[in-house]
């Protein structure tokens, strides 16, 4: 039994008795698949059309109510419609007609006489051509759905509040698709809190359910294991997400741990974060492997950095879409803004620190759509 997605429609609309008898015929003997649907008049052609929603119409041009060209121009102003090629079959065969038949929204022109074969092959490649753009517009919609819920999910994933245990935190989330491979967390402990960035190689979709698991499992490693230990937590993410990562796929973090006066990072392929503290800025070099590749073998190997952090202090982290960023001239936008704004010290709160780098960012773009996910984070001790 063949599926009824197998089956096409065939409308034919023709005031003319015997062509219609003889197309019929022909889509009878050699087009078995097909459903034969007629209209001798240009109005009953337009309701069949908005009953049946055949794949593929053909239409003649000369008839006693409305012609051809009338009867395709309303059919393509219906939303439900529009989309159904039409073939004019015709006797009319200077240019002039041809051309007005395209400017109208046909796709194709049949002069009369035509053979037997022409007008089978031509049924055949629109009607396929239209059920394959179809499915194919079907398929991206039901995409676009799936992004959208996914985009939803993630951002319900993000921190639902800004202040931690004597610490505020603002951010900037900007995915360059519906959903983004970066993604971060903050995570309080008696005594000490930690805060994530993670940018997973790649975007949309498969990028943003692996940010997703990353998420997760930091979150495991940290709160139901226990673990405080920023080599170990790093150690136990190479090892535990690498089963997932295949074909040069990848993802970068830094970690950082506050507790009490000081600050420790842990940077795996990330950019390092910048420290803002007595009006002077503080930056790390050390460096670790990035993720997801098992090229971690001993934790010993993991190397931390560590400064003071006291009342008032500011650390900015970010993902490489936002320094890496390029404009028209193709220049980097860089960390050195981000910098310059943290120096000139002219902001009452994070939230203006933010906002500057988004302005300075959007200037610089000018006004263009970021190739690359971004995400920002500035954080302040308060007490």
């Known amino acids: 039994m063949k599926n009824k997605e197998d089956h096409y429609k065939v409308l034919v609309i023709d005031d003319s008795y015997i062509n219609r008898v003889f197309i019929k015929k022909l889509i009878n003997t050699f087009l078995p698949n ?88 031509r049924i055949k490649t629109h009607s396929k051509l239209y059920r394959i753009q179809r499915d194919l517009k079907e398929y991206v919609n039901k995409v676009d759905r799936d992004l959208k819920m996914a985009q939803k999910f993630q951002r319900e994933m993000l921190p639902t509040k800004e202040t931690f245990d004597g610490l505020n935190i603002k951010w900037d989330f900007q995915p360059s698709f519906n959903v983004s491979g970066d993604i971060f967390g903050i995570i309080e402990k008696k005594d000490e809190t930690f805060v994530y960035i993670v940018d997973v190689s790649g975007h949309g979709a498969a990028s943003a359910m692996l940010s997703l698991i990353i998420k997760r499992e930091i ?26 990562f295949s074909d040069g796929v990848y993802f970068t973090a830094a970690i950082v741990k506050l507790e009490d006066d000081k ?25 670790n492997f990035p993720l997801g590749m098992g090229l971690i073998d ?16 500011i650390f900015v982290m970010f993902t490489d879409g936002l320094v890496e960023a390029e404009n028209k001239e193709g220049k980097q ?20 620190i933010i906002e500057k780098i988004k302005k300075e960012f959007s200037d610089f773009l000018n006004e263009e759509k970021p190739e690359d996910d971004i995400t920002l984070l500035v954080g302040k001790k308060v007490k």
């Open 298 to 313: 001993k934790k010993e190997k993991i190397i931390l950095d560590e400064t003071s952090f006291n009342k008032n202090d």
């Open 219 to 244: 979150e495991s490693v940290i709160v139901d294991k226990g673990n405080s230990d920023l080599r170990e937590i790093l150690f136990q993410l190479d090892d535990k997400e690498k089963s997932l």
């Open 263 to 287: 600050i420790t990072i842990c940077n795996a392929g990330h950019i390092s974060p910048i420290i803002y503290k007595n009006g002077e800025i503080e930056t790390f070099k050390n460096n």
């Open 34 to 121: 097909y459903h034969y649907i007629e209209a001798d008049l240009g109005l009953l052609g337009i309701e069949k059309a908005k009953q049946e929603k055949p794949d593929v119409i053909l239409l003649d041009i000369m008839m006693p109510d409305l012609n051809g060209y009338e009867v395709c121009k309303k059919i393509k102003s219906e939303e439900e419609l529009k989309e159904i090629p039409i073939l004019f079959i015709s006797a009319l065969n200077d240019i002039e007609d041809k051309t007005k038949g395209f400017e109208v929204g046909g796709v194709d022109y049949i002069t009369k006489p035509a053979h037997s074969k022409e007008i089978i092959a």
């Open 333 to 352: 936008f860089g960390d050195q803004t981000i910098r310059n704004i943290l120096r000139e010290g002219d902001f009452e709160d994070i939230t203006d």
